[in-house]
């Protein structure tokens, strides 16, 4: 079955520091998603990759799938208070023809003002 | 769009209690998921439905769980007996089909203690 791992665990910051989000999986991904899940609330759908090299990018936020499709990146620049929440990877379980989203262990991120 | 909407937010009940959970989707969307999510466990698939009928329930812990669609509007997950190990946050999320993650929009979840 697919397994997602995800680094680091949780991760602290100051405001304006930059940081990276790893999603490593144990199989080739067909579609690797990113989730944000507020602290109390329901995931929110960040960005999807495809295709071995894709980036893409939203506001301060970027994420990258490698050419193997096995690992991804989430990258933010210049954090803020209100990216602060746990962030997920996602990722289609590609055995069969099911939309469904196997998801990672999440990245407790917090940020000090 | 009110999204998808789940009732309660909270529960809590004691051990051996039936607990019924509540999912209403965004209209249009085909497919159904619940999750739970726990610290130790991270967030897990129980049930998926697609136009109402169930697809794949493998994640179901064990025949105390269960979950119903009887129509596009509505799901609900229910669990008899309770057990203080089910004590979890169950989302729920809906879909248009063949979107999977990408269309995936979540329940603001219901945090369910079992004591």
Redesign the interface.
């Given at each position: 079955s697919q397994e997602l791992e995800q680094s680091p665990q949780s991760l602290i910051v100051q405001e304006g520091k930059n940081l990276t989000i790893n999603c490593t999986s144990s199989k080739t991904l067909y579609g690797l998603y990113w989730y944000k899940q507020k602290y109390g609330e329901g995931l929110i759908f960040l960005m999807m990759l495809q295709k071995g090299g894709e980036e893409k990018s939203h506001e301060k936020i970027t994420a990258k799938l490698d050419e193997k499709k096995q690992q991804s990146s989430l990258h933010i620049t210049a954090s803020q208070p209100s990216h602060a929440g746990i962030y997920l990877c996602g990722a289609d379980n590609f055995q069969t023809s099911y939309d469904k989203v196997i998801f990672g262990p999440g990245t407790s991120l917090s940020v000090i003002p | 769009d009110a999204g998808?909407i789940q009732s309660p937010r909270h529960e809590v009940t004691e051990m051996g209690q039936e607990v019924t959970l509540r999912c209403k989707p965004i209209s249009g969307h085909n497919?159904l998921?619940w999750?739970r999510q726990t610290m130790m466990r991270?967030?897990e698939?129980l049930i998926?439905f697609?136009n109402n009928v169930p697809?794949?329930d493998s994640g179901m812990p064990e025949d105390r769980f269960s979950a119903k669609m009887p129509n596009a509007s509505f799901s609900t997950l229910k669990i008899q007996p309770s057990e203080p190990r089910d004590s979890a946050v169950y989302?729920c999320?809906s879909?248009p089909?063949?979107?999977?993650?990408?269309?995936?929009?979540?329940?603001?979840?219901t945090r369910l203690t079992v004591v």
């Open positions: - | 998808v497919s998921f999750y991270g967030l698939l998926y697609n697809i794949d989302f999320a879909s089909h063949g979107q999977a993650g990408y269309g995936y929009t979540f329940g603001s979840g």
